[in-house]
């Protein structure tokens, strides 16, 4: 090995294998709570009806064409899930005797596991905490759709140059001083618009004027870190096919681990540095270069 002594190797590769060895304590992942004045929705589904005029308002706002299915030979516009054309969706549970209208859509959750796992920003924490999407970064990985705990982002798989299809909160009508399409369209204050802390409050005005016809408080206040879509029901949340969220945000787990991962490989890191350091120095050394003695 000429003009770098091996006790010089040794020392080098020896301090790296001793920052390699160090263990990377994983740091807690900061939370991300929700705040007073993030846009949302209230859904109360004890006064949903089931009429979907808010499925055909959101059609409208966001420009997207019918979903169309022959019942019968009778085409209807009454899809039964969230697709790439249908941003919301009422749907009807059953729990026991009991029924109820559920309006699926994204809940634009304060610290959202599918912003954690889109690692271009294509879905980002945006203004007045929308989960907004940008197509210009989106790679279609759909790991968001992997990630979500509510299953709602979609993917345009027949499209030429497809993109993920979720509910943005009609952001684009802001600008008009408009609010929310499906709330704007309800009849009966089933879906109300507002910054969290109104609905909050409005929520906990429901419950306490007629604490017989709900239970199970305010979903979205604290489940998953909390969404900005808040919901009331009179049958169990889980029976409206809600999960069962603790009050820790969804990715922070992922995040603390992959974090303490991502530390971790520092050490390898400066370790293949102090290689390429050697080799090179080994390089100029047998190429005339000044050597170490
Ligand atoms: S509901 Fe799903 S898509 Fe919407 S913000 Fe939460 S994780 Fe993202
Ligand atoms: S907020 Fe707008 S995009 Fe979202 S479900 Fe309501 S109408 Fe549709
Ligand atoms: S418009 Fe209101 S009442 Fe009609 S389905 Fe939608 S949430 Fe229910």
């Not at 919301?88 to 029924?99: L, N, P, Q």
């Not at 945006?126 to 907004?132: D, F, K, N, T």
């Not at 808040?230 to 809600?242: D, E, K, N, Q, R």
Request: glycine share 12%; aromatic share 6%.
């Amino acid at each position: 090995m000429p003009n770098v002594s091996r006790r010089t190797v040794l020392r080098t590769l020896g301090g790296a294998a001793a920052l390699a060895a160090a263990p990377a304590p994983a740091e807690a992942r900061a939370p991300r709570p929700p705040h007073d004045d993030d846009l949302g929705l209230l859904f109360d589904s004890t006064r949903c009806v089931g009429c979907r005029a808010c499925t055909v308002r959101c059609r409208e706002a966001n420009s997207l064409p019918e979903d169309v299915k022959l019942v019968d030979g009778v085409p209807y516009d009454a899809p039964i899930d969230l697709n790439d054309r249908t941003l919301t969706v009422i749907k009807r549970t059953s729990d026991g005797a009991d029924g109820a209208f559920v309006k699926a859509q994204c809940m634009h959750c304060a610290d959202p596991a599918c912003v954690s796992v889109c690692m271009l920003g294509a879905l980002h924490k945006g203004e007045r905490g929308v989960v907004a999407y940008d197509v210009s970064r989106c790679v279609g990985c759909r790991y968001c759709q992997v990630a979500c705990p509510f299953n709602v982002p979609r993917f345009q798989w027949s499209s030429a140059t497809p993109r993920i299809v979720k509910c943005e909160l009609c952001r684009h009508r802001w600008r008009e001083g408009k609010g929310a399409a499906c709330a704007e369209a309800c009849p009966r204050e089933a879906v109300v618009f507002g910054p969290r802390a109104e609905l909050r409050a409005e929520a906990h005005r429901r419950l306490e004027a007629e604490p017989g016809r709900y239970q199970g408080g305010v979903y979205g206040e604290r489940e998953g870190g909390g969404t900005g879509v808040l919901v009331l029901s009179a049958v169990p949340f889980t029976a409206m096919g809600l999960p069962a969220l603790g009050s820790e945000a969804v990715p922070a787990l992922g995040e603390t681990i992959q974090h303490g991962i991502y530390q971790g490989f520092v050490a390898p890191v400066v370790l293949f540095g102090a290689l390429a350091w050697v080799t090179w120095r080994n390089r100029r050394a047998g190429g005339g270069g000044e050597g170490e003695r």
